[in-house]
């Protein structure tokens, strides 16, 4: 079993930034490939970023490349994603996830773990 507990969100004008990170308990985290998702009220969850467990690839969707950046300390057991020059449709609640297969994905029903969320809120 993975804990996962995000943190990090807020209220934040357009262009601005914020940092989510993403807390990890329990089986040893650097085994997992860990991913961020979002849904936005009305809409399905989607991809965001990933990470994998050794290497450190890094996966984008297309809306959030050139300004999202996810990283990972495996000394802290905690996963990050920087979030700059944030736009209004970027807001949503924003979900940690954590998948133990060897093959990192960026599909939502593929990962094994999941966080409570963190609600970002972009004005313009």
């Known amino acids: 079993q993975v804990q996962l507990v995000e943190s990090g969100g807020g209220l934040v004008q357009a262009g601005g930034s914020l940092r989510l990170s993403c807390a990890t308990s329990?089986?040893?985290?650097?085994?997992?490939?860990m991913g961020w998702f979002r849904q936005a009220p009305g809409k399905e969850r989607e991809f965001v970023a990933a990470?994998?467990?050794?290497?450190?690839?890094?996966y984008y969707a297309d809306s959030v490349k050139g300004r999202f950046t996810i990283s990972r300390d495996n000394v802290k057991n905690t996963v990050y994603l920087q979030m700059n020059r944030l736009k209004p449709e970027d807001t949503a609640v924003y979900y940690c996830?954590?998948?133990?297969?060897?093959?990192?994905?960026?599909?939502?029903?593929?990962?094994?773990?999941w966080g409570q969320g963190t609600q970002v809120t972009v004005s313009s």
């Open positions: 329990g089986r040893t985290f650097s085994y997992y490939h």
């Open positions: 990470i994998t467990w050794t290497s450190g690839h890094t």
């Open positions: 996830a954590a998948r133990s297969n060897v093959v990192v994905s960026t599909r939502s029903y593929e990962y094994d773990y």
